[in-house]
C-alpha cells in the first residue's frame, strides 16, 4: 500500500487530469446523488409534503397550528 501510494504521488499529472482525479474522488468521498442534487437543485427520491396529516409533527402538540 505504501509504495503505491509513493508511486501515485511521484507520478506527473496536467492539471487537467488532476482537476479530473479530485473531481472523481470527491464524487465518490459525496455520493454521485448528492452531487446531481447539488447541481440540479431537485431531490432523486419521492418528494414528501411537510404539511403532512399523519406521523411526527403533524399534531399541535403545546400550541395551535395556525401558528406555525
Same mark, same amino acid.
Given at each position: ?9 511521484? &507520478? ?6 488532476? @482537476?479530473?482525479? +479530485?473531481?472523481?474522488?470527491?464524487? =465518490?468521498?459525496? %455520493? ?9 437543485? &431537485? ?6 409534503? @411537510?404539511?403532512? +396529516?399523519?406521523?411526527?409533527?403533524? =399534531?399541535?402538540? %403545546? ?6
Amino acid at each position: 500500500m505504501n509504495t503505491q501510494l509513493s508511486s501515485l504521488m511521484e &507520478k506527473e499529472v496536467s492539471r487537467k487530469e488532476f @482537476l479530473g482525479m +479530485s473531481g472523481l474522488a470527491i464524487a =465518490s468521498i459525496f %455520493g454521485f446523488g448528492t452531487i446531481v442534487r447539488l447541481v440540479t437543485g &431537485k431531490s432523486l427520491t419521492s418528494n414528501r409534503s @411537510l404539511n403532512s +396529516s399523519s406521523g411526527y409533527g403533524s =399534531s399541535a402538540y %403545546g400550541g395551535s397550528k395556525d401558528n406555525l
